[in-house]
């Protein structure tokens, strides 16, 4: 019975720990609500246009002398049916970290991260984790006499 609930506990272990980019999801929205406090205004030029791809296309754009690259928001103006190669955007950036930026409103993008908003691939984690738990539980328990 102890090697079994060893291997479901590493399993529980193993599925927490895949689970874990949830983590990196936190920071995102961390990294957006600071854009939103200070976001500054520069031009982008749309270089890549991948339409089809649920209306995605890749900005450009340079601050402080080094060339940022990004995806739009495919839910937030300007459209990919309404830009072209050459297009000209507005980015909103965070000056103390470049890295974040969106041609959405700065408010909307945090908006739509904010709260908290379970990934739809950790769904099956979670409830095999806590399936695997129930298991190690009933286990554990003494043999009903």
Not at 18 to 26: E, K, L, N, R, T
Not at 103 to 109: E, N
Not at 115 to 121: A, D, E, I, R, T
Request: aromatic fraction near 12%; proline fraction near 8%.
């Amino acid at each position: 019975m102890h090697k079994t609930y060893a291997s479901a506990l590493i399993r529980v272990v193993a599925l927490v720990g895949a689970a874990s980019p949830i983590a990196g999801y936190c920071n995102d929205v961390a990294d957006f609500k600071a854009l939103a406090e200070r976001s500054v205004s520069v031009q982008g030029t749309v270089y890549s246009l991948s339409c089809h791809n649920h209306g995605q296309y890749w900005y450009e754009f340079h601050y402080d002398g080094k060339r940022h690259i990004g995806p739009n928001d495919p839910l937030a103006p300007p459209y990919c049916s309404d830009v072209h190669v050459g297009s000209k955007v507005i980015v909103h950036v965070d000056p103390q970290n470049p890295k974040v930026h969106t041609l959405a409103s700065p408010i909307l993008a945090y908006e739509r991260r904010r709260g908290f908003h379970v990934p739809l691939w950790a769904i099956p984690i979670v409830v095999f984790a806590l399936y695997s738990a129930h298991l190690i539980w009933r286990g554990t328990q003494p043999p009903k006499a």
